[in-house]
């Protein structure tokens, strides 16, 4: 059990350290502050809404034609169909080329046996 700390919470204020923090602040302030909070957020919600309009009316406007857009999807549409299409030839020559390795080395081990014999 600690004695001290009842001790020098009761000892009269020039007996407690210059240190020791300040008590807190009275409870109208808070109660203020608390009053006060929704007008904050109303004013903060509103001057975000208007950075938002601004930053909305800063972007191009749209002509409404969704041509170009539609035209570009396509575009990568078809290049990625090529794409696709360049991939499988890619590895069917990739195979190929592996048998054709195949052979090769096979032909090379009967022609140095042909050679040894």
Known sequence: MHVAAPLLRDA???WISPNYPEPPAPATEAAANLSEQPKQMS?????AAK???V???????SQGDEKPSS???LNYRLKNAIGQELQKQL??????????QELF?????KLFELEET
């Open 12 to 14: 009269p204020p020039n």
């Open 43 to 47: 004013t903060a919600l509103i001057k």
């Open 51 to 53: 950075q938002f309009d």
């Open 55 to 61: 930053l909305v009316a800063a972007l191009p406007i």
């Open 71 to 73: 035209i570009g999807l």
């Open 91 to 100: 590895e069917a020559a990739e195979k190929e080329l592996n048998q054709v």
């Open 105 to 109: 080395s096979e032909n090379i081990r």
